[in-house]
């Protein structure tokens, strides 16, 4: 077994863990009925059939819907770094005509997070944070 395959298993197992095991069972996973499907539940091949590998070692596994099931039609390879996005916590913004969370927008309107995050912390509406001065300091 090659290092992507290793951590392709990886994956697999911890994907089922998440659901099944006694450890989990008080988290999110239990609570929204999230399963793996039966294709998948017993066979790592069958995950690998319809995942096929992963990209390169930066990706990781997302459902789509986050309170999806682990199934071929709700999962995908994506780079780890894009995967904080599909939390169910995760806060969406929009503004002229984009939606994006709160990091992004920062990145797009060249503000730093911190200083955006403290507008709205101390009171300010999205809107009203970004159209503050982009340079001021908080």
């Known amino acids: 077994m090659n290092k992507r395959s290793v951590k392709e298993y990886r994956i697999w197992k911890a994907m089922k863990a998440r659901c099944y095991a006694p450890s989990q069972q008080k988290g999110g996973y239990k609570k929204n009925h999230?399963?793996?499907?039966?294709?998948?539940?017993h066979s790592y091949e069958n995950f690998i059939a319809?995942?096929?590998?992963?990209?390169?070692?930066?990706?990781?596994?997302?459902?789509?819907?986050?309170?999806?099931?682990?199934?071929?039609?709700?999962?995908?390879?994506?780079?780890?770094?894009?995967?904080?996005k599909n939390r169910s916590s995760c806060r969406w913004y929009e503004y002229e005509g984009k939606r994006m969370i709160?990091?992004?927008?920062?990145?797009?309107?060249?503000?730093?997070?911190?200083?955006?995050?403290?507008?709205?912390?101390?009171?300010a509406s999205f809107e009203e944070a970004v159209k503050?001065?982009?340079?001021?300091t908080v």
């Open 34 to 41: 999230i399963q793996v499907c039966d294709r998948w539940l």
């Open 50 to 84: 319809d995942m096929g590998k992963m990209p390169d070692e930066s990706y990781s596994l997302e459902r789509i819907d986050v309170y999806g099931d682990y199934e071929p039609s709700n999962c995908k390879w994506i780079p780890m770094n894009e995967q904080p």
């Open 102 to 123: 709160l990091s992004d927008w920062a990145k797009e309107l060249g503000i730093s997070y911190r200083c955006l995050y403290m507008k709205m912390y101390r009171g």
């Open 132 to 136: 503050e001065k982009k340079n001021e």
